[in-house]
């Protein structure tokens, strides 16, 4: 599961004294607010640019892009709408150096989805996003700008092996947790290419949330399965493509490409996931597809 220093001397099992102080998330929900607040006097490129690092992934339109494809830093456009958002659920690594926040979004003050957003922190401890991406579930009645967010509970500490308690722990293999969340997510889509429901259920946290559009965040299990009636019956999910995890491997954030059959038409689109190792296991904390554009109709008498 993880590396182990060589041992010498009779090893100890214990908590790892790095993670006993279970880390805020305050600071990931007012970097989320202060990006927001941005954006009208520097539009969506300049505040979009500002808060994120120069590698972060945007998801829209069909396409997994860097900021700045998605992005380009320039002039605002004169009749660029109004963007709003405001976080209502939010979390943090046990490391304390990766989270989240996701919320209603606005346009032109119409609520018109939600935004869900990955943060990591960097070198000089200022907090930046990684990732960034849309959904069409309802926004209507959520909580507005001035509550809020509820916050995850930070997942189980893991016990590290050591040769003594006053030996800091081995550190966590860069990819240990991306690798147990890809076996994951490949049982996951074997599963969906029959039943994606059942798939989904066996896979998602008691506490997460499930955005199936147009349908209002799912919260808790019987709202689970409601919503994903919801979607079709199945899903060809494709290789997880990237993503990635906290220090100590406690949460990962994945993306791959997804495709799908609706009303005799074939569908494409990218699912993006927010892992959470909780007592058991990974578990899905925030699942949300986001659909590419559909096909131009034919021409008119082809």
Do not use: C
Not at 105 to 125: I, L
Not at 237 to 263: I, K, M
């Amino acid at each position: 599961m993880h590396r182990l220093v060589a041992l010498t001397l009779p090893a100890v099992l214990f908590a790892a004294p790095a993670l006993a102080q279970i880390p805020d998330a305050a600071p990931i929900v007012a970097a989320e607010r202060a990006f927001a607040a941005d954006a009208p006097s520097m539009g969506v490129a300049g505040s979009f640019n500002k808060w994120s690092v120069p590698e972060a992934i945007v998801i829209g339109g069909g396409q997994a892009q860097r900021i700045g494809e998605a992005y380009p830093d320039g002039p605002r456009p004169a009749d660029e709408p109004l963007l709003e958002w405001w976080p209502n659920f939010a979390g943090i690594a046990r490391s304390g150096d990766l989270g989240f926040t996701t919320g209603g979004v606005a346009v032109n003050g119409r609520r018109t989805g939600h935004y869900f957003t990955v943060w990591k922190k960097q070198p000089d401890g200022s907090w930046r996003w990684v990732y960034d991406g849309g959904s069409g579930a309802s926004a209507a009645d959520v909580p507005g700008p001035d509550s809020e967010p509820v916050i995850l509970p930070v997942g189980p500490q893991l016990l590290q092996v050591v040769t003594s308690m006053d030996r800091p722990p081995p550190p966590m293999a860069p990819d240990w947790a991306m690798t147990r969340v890809r076996e994951q997510e490949a049982a996951l889509a074997r599963a969906a290419v029959t039943d994606q429901k059942a798939a989904h259920l066996a896979a998602m946290a008691d506490n997460g949330r499930l955005y199936v559009a147009p349908r209002p965040p799912a919260i808790g299990r019987d709202a689970f399965a409601e919503a994903l009636d919801g979607w079709p019956a199945t899903f060809r999910f494709g290789p997880t493509e990237g993503g990635g995890q906290s220090q100590y491997g406690d949460l990962v954030w994945t993306y791959g490409p997804a495709a799908w059959t609706r009303d005799g038409q074939e569908r494409t689109g990218h699912y993006v996931r927010l892992w959470q190792r909780q007592e058991g296991g990974f578990r899905i904390v925030l699942a949300q597809l986001i659909p590419a554009p559909p096909p131009a109709p034919p021409p008119a008498g082809s």
